[in-house]
């Protein structure tokens, strides 16, 4: 997989993998989505949902973030068929 990906490729590939395969929550997701009140439900309805940005290049990998109005998720894609939510947070108002 080449990367970094449009946002449009990035989305395809997102909705493909919350199809059919497999994506997991980083430890510091999990503590920033109990932070803010987040379900997992909540991050892939944004995942399925949201506009997916130009991907940014951190830590060793690309992650592209998605956002809606009220909550955005970053995620890093490990392979085709992979994925791995980095952090996720509630838009403050």
């Given at each position: 997989?080449d990367?970094?990906?449009?946002p449009?490729a990035?989305?395809?590939?997102?909705?493909?993998?919350?199809?059919?395969g497999?994506?997991?929550?980083?430890r510091?997701?999990?503590?920033?989505?109990?932070?803010?009140?987040?379900?997992t439900v909540?991050?892939?309805n944004?995942l399925?949902?949201?506009?997916?940005?130009?991907?940014?290049?951190?830590n060793?990998?690309?992650?592209?973030?998605?956002?809606t109005?009220?909550v955005?998720?970053?995620?890093a894609f490990?392979?085709?068929?992979e994925?791995?939510?980095?952090?996720a947070?509630?838009v403050?108002?």
């Amino acid at each position: 997989m080449d990367e970094p990906l449009a946002p449009e490729a990035a989305k395809q590939l997102l909705r493909s993998i919350l199809l059919s395969g497999v994506f997991t929550y980083s430890r510091h997701a999990k503590d920033e989505m109990l932070a803010d009140d987040l379900t997992t439900v909540d991050c892939e309805n944004v995942l399925r949902g949201g506009i997916v940005r130009p991907g940014d290049y951190e830590n060793g990998s690309w992650r592209y973030r998605v956002e809606t109005s009220r909550v955005t998720v970053v995620v890093a894609f490990r392979s085709e068929f992979e994925l791995v939510v980095v952090t996720a947070w509630r838009v403050a108002k």
